[in-house]
């Protein structure tokens, strides 16, 4: 079955920091685990160019909008890269397939007689690139993201009768429960809805960088327009002389933070229904990565840089931290303290000390080879279910508990190996089958986790595979017992090594 699974495209009006890299990360988790299960999977990732957050940006810096996006998109790709991100595709809204489709899509819009001309007069942000409502504006009139003081705008554009669809999207919300996850953002985007939809702007006559009104050169469309029609337009030129619309349309699952789910939840499905485009199947919503009680943003100025811990730890253990440090769906600290105690607690010694041990006993006690027994009781009770609950969980995109399936084993596999003390079964011949079957146990247990871990860590996960004489990554041999010993297992340096060297700065 095709699998299509997007991020938010990022703005390049600045680097990309941790909050950005946990979109990604949480969507390469899914777009692995999909592959595992044999699907035929498409991941897009990208970079939204246009606007005034990006114009204001390079205004600052004396440069223009292109050439801030081409220094800065270098930065994106460099982080999907090394977080070993396996998206199918990176667009840019500057890629001139992708102008062709905005226009055409809009036209057609048009053409269906839900496009008129009129005046706005009203709040906006522009580093939102949002138009606000009274209610929702903070004290002396600031942006409740960016806290930057708004100015009332006054402006002749064209407009999207985003109002005629308020039924149409309670009918959609009615029909598909699971249309938005979870479901306080679901509730939250309904009622948004019943309260009256008002008419959007659909193109912004003073900006110059954007892609153009077909109809009215003068004006550019307005760049969450252009920017939503990246997760369409991708499929209709990401393979040279190939269209992949009609096999990955609509997309599985768009994954994006909480600050933009009235432009995915209610906005993007009803301008698809204005163009005669089918709706994604699932938008799913996380929370805000926080360093102290604030979201991280550049604009306000507090950060963590991916790529410094990639350095230090290795990309692995970032994406591990993030996702289990902040349940999904819900707002949650991060800190380079927090990071280290997770980092020598569950990585060095659950994970890592656990497979070096058990690699280092089957060499000593075995010849380095598994022995052959069969599978543990004790284990294999444990062990029953696991893939299809980590199945589960990931289908619902449930990634803390889907994590939590699987660090529950490794645990589990901690306390086998105290309870069952190998080394001094060793010691004593008559012991021999009992120590047969607990390194089996062991190597075993170790190689089902890894399999599953595999979409969370594939670095560390495929090196002990590869130590385990195993590489098979399917989820079909994530079950306990569904391989038997005989594997000659190789070497395996440290995992997760000692760092000496600071946490990284906040
Ligand atoms: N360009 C728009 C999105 C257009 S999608 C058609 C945009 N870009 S952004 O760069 O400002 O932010 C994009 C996404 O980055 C957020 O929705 C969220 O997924 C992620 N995050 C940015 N900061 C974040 C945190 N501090 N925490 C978690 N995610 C955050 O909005």
Request: net charge negative.
């Amino acid at each position: 079955m095709p699998y299509y699974v997007t991020t938010p495209i990022y703005y390049v009006n600045a680097e990309p920091h941790l909050g950005h890299a946990y979109t990604t990360i949480a969507a390469d988790v899914l777009a692995r685990h999909m592959r595992q299960r044999g699907e035929e999977v498409f991941f897009l990732t990208g970079t939204d160019e246009h606007g005034e957050p990006v114009t204001l940006a390079a205004e600052k810096l004396g440069i223009t909008p292109r050439e801030l996006g081409d220094r800065n998109v270098v930065h994106f790709k460099e982080l999907a890269a090394r977080l070993h991100v396996t998206n199918d595709f990176f667009i840019r809204t500057t890629d001139p397939e992708h102008y062709a489709v905005v226009e055409r899509v809009v036209q057609g819009v048009h053409d269906n007689g839900h496009v008129y001309e009129g005046t706005y007069e009203g709040w906006y942000c522009p580093l939102c690139a949002d138009f606000k409502t009274d209610s929702e504006l903070e004290e002396g009139n600031r942006c409740p993201i960016h806290k930057i003081v708004l100015e009332r705008e006054k402006e002749d554009n064209w407009f999207f009768r985003l109002s005629a669809f308020q039924g149409p999207l309670e009918r959609l919300y009615a029909d598909r429960p699971d249309f938005v996850i979870p479901q306080n953002r679901y509730n939250e985007a309904l009622s948004f809805i019943q309260q009256g939809l008002q008419d959007l702007s659909l193109s912004r006559p003073r900006l110059k960088w954007g892609v153009p009104v077909p109809w009215d050169r003068d004006q550019v469309i307005y760049v969450w327009i252009d920017a939503l029609l990246n997760y369409y337009s991708a499929l209709s030129y990401a393979r040279e002389g190939e269209d992949l619309t009609d096999r990955f349309w609509p997309a599985d699952v768009h994954l994006i933070g909480k600050d933009i789910l009235k432009f995915h939840a209610v906005i993007w499905p009803a301008l698809l229904m204005a163009a005669g485009i089918e709706v994604p199947r699932r938008v799913t919503i996380h929370g805000f990565l926080l360093l102290g009680e604030h979201k991280m943003s550049k604009s306000l100025g507090n950060v963590i840089d991916p790529i410094q811990v990639v350095d230090l730890y290795g990309s692995d253990a970032l994406r591990f931290y993030v996702l289990r440090e902040v349940r999904f769906g819900q707002d949650g600290e991060v800190s380079p303290e927090a990071f280290e105690r997770r980092y020598t607690s569950e990585l060095a010694n659950e994970y890592g000390n656990l497979s070096s041990r058990t690699l280092a006993m089957i060499e000593r006690y075995r010849g380095g080879v598994v022995p052959e027994a069969d599978p543990p009781k004790e284990l294999a009770d444990e062990f029953d279910g696991l893939a299809e609950a980590v199945k589960t969980r990931l289908g619902e995109v449930d990634l803390t508990n889907a994590l939590d399936e699987i660090w529950r084993r490794v645990k589990l596999l901690n306390r086998y190996v105290q309870d069952e003390q190998p080394w001094q079964l060793a010691k004593d011949e008559a012991q021999a089958e009992r120590l047969d079957t607990v390194l089996y146990g062991l190597a075993e247990g170790l190689r089902v986790v890894s399999v599953l871990l595999q979409p969370f860590m594939p670095e560390s996960a495929e090196r002990l595979l590869a130590a385990l004489g195993r590489d098979d990554l399917s989820l079909e041999t994530a079950r306990f017992g569904a391989l038997p010993g005989g594997a000659r297992c190789g070497k395996l340096g440290q995992l997760f090594p000692k760092v000496e060297a600071e946490a990284p700065a906040a």
